[in-house]
């Protein structure tokens, strides 16, 4: 039963454009939300997050949408840069408990 | 502050044998959670720990198994492994009861034959 699904198993963009990374949801439960970005050889770093009583949140280049009637939640990364190239899972929690992650989708940022 | 350390980082095992992952948590940390990555499967929640407690399981067999000592430092154990093993173990730390925000190891990937 994957809770968490991220369909898009990977994403090509070309540099100074936007990357839009997609997740959805099923558990109406869930009160919060992360992506974390992850390279090879290294483990995820948490990247951003956003709270369910939210619909959006910002931090420099990266924003995170969240549309609870539907279930979904987006990344967004403007402008996109080489350094963004990394694979991104989105997680979802509630109560503070275990986290729960998609499967991950594989940025590439083309110069 | 140093991260959070996992060893080792490389492991070959072959099937049937047992296998012991450390973790050391970043200093301060309580909660210790660990995780399965597989390709196309993303991370899946094995356990969590909490003062030498655990505090959540997830859907993995018997075999997997995990503990926590005084120190925050946990060991995760897998009996009787299986081709199906094979995957990046990640360990993450907390610094309180909140797991929403953690901060991973580098991993352990580890090789079945």
């Known amino acids: 039963d994957q809770q968490v699904k991220q369909n898009s198993p990977s994403l090509s963009v070309q540099e100074g454009r936007i990357s839009i990374l997609n997740c959805d949801y099923t558990?109406?439960?869930?009160?919060?939300f992360l992506w974390y970005k992850k390279y090879p050889a290294e483990g995820p770093t948490f990247l951003i997050s956003?709270?369910?009583?939210?619909d959006k949140n910002e931090d420099g280049r990266f924003t995170v949408f969240l549309n609870k009637s539907a279930k979904h939640l987006s990344l967004h990364i403007v402008p996109s840069q080489p350094g963004d190239s990394a694979v991104y899972f989105c997680?979802?929690?509630?109560?503070?408990?275990?986290?729960?992650f998609g499967q991950g989708t594989r940025l590439t940022i083309n110069p | 502050k140093a991260g959070v350390t996992q060893t080792p980082r490389y492991l070959i095992k072959t099937r049937g044998q047992q296998v012991t992952l450390s973790c050391s948590p970043i200093s301060g940390h309580r909660s210790v959670s660990w995780y399965q990555q597989t390709p196309g499967q993303g991370l899946q929640f094995l356990f969590e720990y909490f003062s030498e407690t655990q505090r959540n399981k997830g859907n993995f067999p018997g075999r997997f198994s995990g503990r926590q000592f005084s120190n925050s430092r946990s060991e995760m154990n897998v009996s009787t492994l299986e081709l199906g093993d094979s995957a990046l173990y990640l360990c993450?730390?907390?610094?309180?009861?909140?797991?929403?925000?953690?901060?991973f190891g580098p991993g352990t990937r580890l090789t079945v034959l």
């Open positions: 558990n109406s439960m869930f009160d919060y």
């Open positions: 997680a979802a929690t509630w109560g503070a408990q275990k986290l729960v």
């Open positions: 956003i709270s369910s009583i939210k």
């Open positions: 993450a730390s907390s610094p309180g009861m909140r797991t929403d925000t953690q901060y």
